[in-house]
C-alpha cells in the first residue's frame, strides 16, 4: 500500500478569500476527489486547529494500492483541475511524503 501525505501553509488572503477560507474550499475540493477518483482506497483532507508555527493549514492523507494507481491520480483531469487551483497562488509553502507499506 502507498501513502500520500501533502501538507499546505496557505497565504493569509488570496483569490478574494482569507487564509482560513480557501483552506475550507481546498478540503472540500480534496474530499471530493475520493467519489471521483475509484482506484484511490482513501481520500481525506482536513483543515488543522493546531496553531504552533510549525504546523501546515491544510493536510492530505491518501491510500493506493500501487504506486501505478498513485501516478494515475497524479494525471486524472479531476486531480489535476484542483492542483492547478491550489497551485495558482493560494499556498505559500507545500510538503510531500510518500511511503509505501509492505504487507498490507
Not at 499546505?8 to 487564509?19: F, V, Y
Not at 476527489?33 to 491518501?62: C, H, M, Q, R, W
Amino acid at each position: 500500500m502507498i501513502k500520500h501525505l501533502v501538507f499546505w501553509k496557505m497565504k493569509p488572503i488570496a483569490d478574494n478569500r482569507t487564509g482560513r477560507e480557501n483552506a475550507e474550499v481546498m478540503v472540500q475540493r480534496l474530499n471530493a476527489l475520493k467519489s471521483i477518483i475509484p482506484f484511490a482506497v482513501a481520500i481525506e483532507a482536513g483543515v488543522n486547529f493546531n496553531d504552533t508555527a510549525a504546523a501546515y493549514d491544510v493536510g492530505l492523507y491518501s491510500i493506493f494500492k500501487t504506486k501505478e494507481d498513485l501516478n494515475e491520480y497524479q494525471k486524472h483531469p479531476a486531480h489535476v483541475q484542483v492542483a492547478e487551483w491550489i497551485n495558482s497562488g493560494i499556498v505559500e509553502s507545500r510538503a510531500v511524503v510518500d511511503y509505501e507499506i509492505e504487507g498490507l
